[in-house]
């Protein structure tokens, strides 16, 4: 499958090269081999480390990132010639891509190696908590020179030649405390409240972690105006509250609180009331802030049910086409059926990891892998939702598929944690204790069992 | 804890059926709609990167071409002399569509057209960009140019149109003032901006193709439609006809003069001839209303006049007789007045079917279509449109025209070559007398072996003003360009 998966890869980028420059060259064999040998090596690593673990996962991942590289590498070939308004230039991003894809591998097979167990994650669930917390509100309450604000939004570390999202990681670390926490505290959790329209409210002392959550995902929004990750966050800690918890008056009361939450920052901010207004209408500003959408929906419109080919589409004109929009211009370029494909993939990405909670025997397994397939549908429903104007459009990335390191980096790490949870789940038990053998029928004693009278 | 993981599994499910059924919506059901949204560049940009065909003149003379630009629409139009053959090749800019050629043979430039299906094949199995084809226009640059530079040199708002009587090949087509469109072509927005803005506010109507899009009084060029009806109902060129200097319209006041009251043959009557020759009004207003208002419209019908959907294959405004309600109309529509309106194309075919021998041809401006490799993929072929009048009339007419030249006063006579022409002062607007009228020329030369018909139209007198006429203003004009033509081999 790792291989069907690369030589998928390397037909899109021939298809990308042949439509971009007419020019085939003996480079793009050597490209594809290079990307089997790498992803071999995983699959070995893999092997050695995880014998056990789910064959899907890593052929999914794979297929994505590739396609995520050839449409980034795809993408600079469109932005070469454009020339912004400073007169700066594009700076090719698929390079820093291809680099940060070896790094990831790297981390990748370490996560691996180190974890042999993903039960030693829950021992030091709070020390991720604390690291977590840390890295999410970092990016908003530091000062702008190591913290810029890129886009309006404010959640980049700036390390000079490069920045980092710490939220990324934050996402994972976060996702670790929440099912280490709710793993101890389960019982608690469960103390029926009060009854309300046929539902067991919790009592009001235990919903501490829950207006914890909203309250860190309101923060999110305000000092970073991230509107996609404070979404993500809370959409998590709900979801793992509602599997350890396995009652859904926490859904419905997350949910109460969400719109609460989401019309009071409709009500108060700027930048949420413009999302919305280009959500309901991208027309009325059709040049300024519903230019994005109307660009992407442009995009899907004009690729249709197959697309406009690989590399024969626009992709320049959509803005962020390689982070945030990147499913736009796969959208446009492979069209309904490329599109489709992508999402289909995803499905089968986060149902396997789902599969493999289920089947896990451990109840922070169980947890830890469910919160991490469902934030992985959860951050395609968002990004993909709002760039076909399903949902308001809110800036986050497509895992696997978009520019960025940091995203790289940490969904490289889910990835090898639901591997280690899958194979935890698929290993077989210990092998049990040999019974004594029982002796031959022939060999037992005989024994006189009167008839009953 | 399995249950509520199947249920979160089943939310999931749930999510992607959403994200699925979206993308349905928006690729399949609304792509249409988001494809030919007007703020959707990926259309024009799409034809901007590919090769737009040349338009090029019938010796080859390139008037419109591409230059390869390194910015993101990769292709600039570019006009070779750019004004001078504007009326003809148009504009073609990716804020304002296009116009002219550019607008009526858009498909084959961008290379859509079914025309050039083989070569699209041939193009899609070896990889090359997809190219337009090129469009050979019957135009003869230089006398385009000499047509040009006349209407210019006198700074008149007019037209001159050209053609080749045998065939219907519109051999130029100058209308000033004329404007640049490589300034509409521009990849800067701004640019193209700024000068849309300049045309739409400049109320000499600088990208108005006169010669086709604006149809005028006809004065006493009409006077030709109205002896061909009289020639057809027997009449000949000695043939007596009214030859009083002024005349009262039959139930009014109105009194329609000669010009200048000339008296034409003895005062009472004149030959046709003569009447044609001197441009007597009192002549061929009476001589419209012995013949009829059918009569006149049926045989202006056989000239063009009055035809709908003309595309050459520019679009051309329709000329008309007017409804000719009374008897006083039917006097005036003789002298082509009252209602008429005949744009400087359809006057051309009028000179171009008499010179032909009565026979008239299709006009048209596009000689070739070319595959992008230059190939000829089709030749327009002449193209008979109706017989409108019977060979020996057209000789009859040509002689009378012949005369009407030799009457004519104004400059430029040409010493060696015989011209058969007619001239025509149009009155307009509300208040005739204050009102400057419109000069008028139409002409065909060698009488004897016609090779070129001209129409000429200097909107409002030029720099005469009230006292122009047509032999004074326009003849002058209509001379040098056949000379420029005759002359020119």
């Given at each position: 499958m790792l291989a069907f998966a690369a030589t998928l890869v390397t037909s899109a980028l021939i298809l990308v090269e042949a439509n971009q420059e007419q020019e085939l060259t003996m480079r793009i064999v050597w490209l594809g081999l290079a990307y089997l040998g790498v992803l071999t090596v995983v699959h070995l690593a893999v092997r050695k480390?995880?014998?056990?673990?789910?064959?899907?996962i890593m052929p999914c991942v794979a297929l994505l990132n590739g396609l995520g590289l050839v449409m980034i590498y795809r993408i600079d070939l469109a932005m070469a010639d454009v020339k912004f308004a400073d007169g700066s230039t594009w700076s090719p991003a698929a390079p820093k891509q291809v680099l940060w894809t070896a790094i990831a591998l790297v981390l990748f097979c370490t996560a691996l190696k180190v974890l042999s167990d993903h039960r030693t994650l829950a021992r030091y669930g709070y020390t991720f908590g604390l690291l977590g917390l840390v890295a999410l509100v970092l990016p908003g309450v530091?000062?702008?020179?190591?913290a810029p604000e890129i886009n309006g939004a404010k959640i980049w570390l700036s390390f000079g030649a490069f920045s980092i999202q710490p939220g990324e990681f934050a996402k994972i670390l976060l996702m670790v405390f929440f099912a280490a926490f709710l793993v101890s505290k389960r019982d608690l959790f469960t103390i029926a409240g009060r009854r309300v329209l046929g539902l067991d409210l919790p009592r009001a002392r235990d919903l501490g972690p829950l207006i914890a959550a909203w309250a860190v995902g309101v923060s999110i929004m305000v000092l970073q105006k991230d509107l996609g990750s404070s979404l993500l966050f809370f959409g998590i800690v709900l979801v793992l509250l509602y599997v350890a918890t396995e009652r859904a008056a926490w859904v419905v009361l997350g949910v109460v609180m969400f719109c609460v939450g989401a019309f009071a920052a409709w009500k108060l901010f700027r930048h949420v009331q413009v999302r919305v207004q280009n959500w309901l209408d991208p027309f009325i500003d059709p040049y300024g802030t519903g230019h994005q959408i109307l660009e992407s929906l442009f995009g899907l419109g004009t690729g249709?049910?197959?697309?406009?080919?690989l590399g024969g589409g626009r992709p320049d004109e959509i803005p962020e086409a390689n982070t945030d929009f990147i499913t736009a211009v796969i959208g446009e370029e492979l069209g309904f059926v490329g599109l489709s494909a992508v999402l289909l993939i995803y499905t089968v990405l986060a149902l396997r990891g789902l599969r493999s909670a289920l089947a896990v025997r451990d109840t922070f397994g169980k947890l830890l892998g469910g919160g991490l397939a469902f934030a992985m549908a959860f951050q395609i429903f968002i990004v993909v939702g709002g760039v076909t104007k399903l949902i308001p459009m809110t800036g986050i990335t497509a895992p696997f598929l978009s520019y960025g390191g940091s995203s790289l980096l940490a969904n490289y790490i889910l990835a090898a944690l639901l591997l280690r949870i899958s194979d935890a789940a698929r290993?077989?038990?210990?092998?049990p204790k040999p019974r004594p053998q029982q002796p031959a029928i022939a060999d037992q004693f005989t024994v006189m069992v009167e008839r009953p009278k | 804890m399995n249950t509520p993981l199947r249920r979160v599994g089943l939310a999931m499910m749930a999510m992607f059926l959403l994200l699925l059924g979206n993308a349905t919506y928006v690729q399949v059901i609304k792509a249409d709609d988001y494809r030919k949204n007007p703020l959707n560049n990926r259309v024009i940009l799409d034809q901007y990167s590919r090769e737009r065909g040349q338009i090029i003149a019938s010796d080859g003379t390139p008037l419109a071409a591409v230059q390869k630009t390194d910015d993101r629409l990769e292709y600039l139009r570019t006009y070779a002399n750019g004004p001078v053959f504007a009326p003809v090749t148009g504009y073609f800019s990716w804020i304002y569509g296009a116009g002219g050629m550019e607008r009526a043979e858009d498909d084959l430039l961008n290379g859509s057209d079914d025309r050039l299906f083989t070569s699209r094949v041939s193009d899609l199995i070896t990889g090359r960009d997809p190219k337009g084809g090129s469009l050979q226009l019957t135009i003869d640059a230089k006398l385009q140019q000499a047509a040009f530079d006349q209407l210019q040199s006198q700074g008149v708002t007019g037209t001159v149109v050209a053609i080749?009587?045998?065939?219907?090949?519109?051999l130029a087509m100058a209308s000033t003032p004329s404007y640049d469109p490589n300034l509409l072509a521009s990849h800067d927005a701004d640019v193209q901006e700024d000068t849309w803005a300049a045309f739409e506010a400049d109320p000499a109507k600088p990208t108005l193709n006169r010669a086709v899009h604006e149809n005028y009084p006809p004065g006493s060029t009409f006077k030709l439609v109205v002896a061909a009806a009289a020639l057809a109902e027997g009449k000949t060129k000695d043939s007596p006809v009214d030859g009083r200097p002024v005349i009262t319209l039959p139930g009014t006041n109105t009194t329609l003069p000669n010009f200048n009251d000339t008296t034409c043959g003895d005062g009472v009557t004149a030959t046709l001839q003569e009447a044609l020759a001197k441009s007597c009004n009192t002549a061929f207003a009476v001589l419209a209303n012995e013949l009829g208002a059918d009569k006149l419209r049926d045989k202006a019908a056989e000239f063009g006049i009055g035809e709908q959907d003309l595309t050459i294959p520019l679009s051309v405004v329709p000329s008309t007789l007017g409804p000719i309600s009374d008897t006083p109309s039917l006097y005036q529509t003789g002298i082509g007045q009252k209602d008429v309106r005949v744009t400087p194309l359809a006057n051309a075919v009028l000179a171009a079917t008499i010179a032909n021998g009565g026979v008239r041809m299709q006009p048209h401006l596009v000689g070739k279509i070319l595959a992008p490799?230059?190939?000829?993929i089709s030749e327009t072929k002449p193209d008979e449109a109706a017989e409108a009048m019977e060979p020996e009339h057209a000789t009859a007419l040509r002689d009378m025209m012949i005369a009407s030249e030799n009457n004519t006063s104004g400059g430029g006579k040409l010493r060696n070559v015989t011209i058969a022409s007619k001239t025509g002062t149009a009155e307009h607007g509300e208040d005739v007398r204050a009102t400057k009228p419109h000069a008028w020329y139409v002409a065909f030369a060698p009488a004897e072996k016609p090779e070129i018909a001209i129409a000429v139209i200097v909107e409002n007198g030029g720099q005469q003003g009230l006292s122009a006429t047509g032999g004074r203003v326009a003849a002058p004009i209509g001379r040098a360009v056949i000379g420029a033509y005759l002359g020119g081999r």
């Open positions: 480390w995880a014998p056990y673990a789910d064959p899907v530091l000062p702008s020179f190591i249709g049910l197959f697309g406009a080919g290993a077989p038990k210990a092998t | 080749k009587p045998d065939t219907g090949e519109i490799d230059l190939q000829t």
